[in-house]
Nanobody, 122 residues
Framework: QVQLVESGGGLVQAGGSLRLSCAAS????????VGWFRQAPGKEREFVAR???????KYSDSAKGRFAISRDYGNNSVDLQMNSLKPEDTAVYYC????????????????WGRGTQVTVSS
């Protein structure tokens, strides 16, 4: 099973940007679907973006036009560039990976990182 570690979270003002990275070890991420999810206090974990092994990308409505997911094959990682951040983007962000058909459901992903906190101040 692949091990995942997220990094890049932090505190940023509204309108600012952050770049999250999901680094993998144990196996190559190139054959996995990799997703980014987030969970705010008191809320359920929600889908943000995912990239399939075939590079097909899907975004949530809230991420579309502001976030960009990409693969870094050299570093065996998947990044999430987040621009025009809003206070409602505040959450713990998790990356997840799975070898099966690309999906947006958290329950379909087998491997998870521990998350990185993103806080957007108004």
């Amino acid at each position: 099973q692949v091990q995942l570690v997220e990094s890049g979270g932090g505190l940023v003002q509204a309108g600012g940007s952050l770049r999250l990275s999901c680094a993998a070890s144990g196996r190559s991420l190139s054959t996995y679907t990799v997703g980014w999810f987030r969970q705010a206090p008191g809320k359920e974990r929600e889908f943000v973006a995912r990239i399939g092994w075939n590079r097909i990308i899907k975004y949530s409505d809230s991420a579309k036009g502001r976030f960009a997911i990409s693969r870094d094959y050299g570093n065996n990682s998947v990044d999430l560039q987040m621009n025009s951040l809003k206070p409602e983007d505040t959450a713990v962000y998790y990356c997840a990976a799975d070898l099966r058909v690309p999906t947006t459901s958290a329950s379909d992903f087998d491997s998870w990182g521990r998350g990185t906190q993103v806080t957007v101040s108004s």
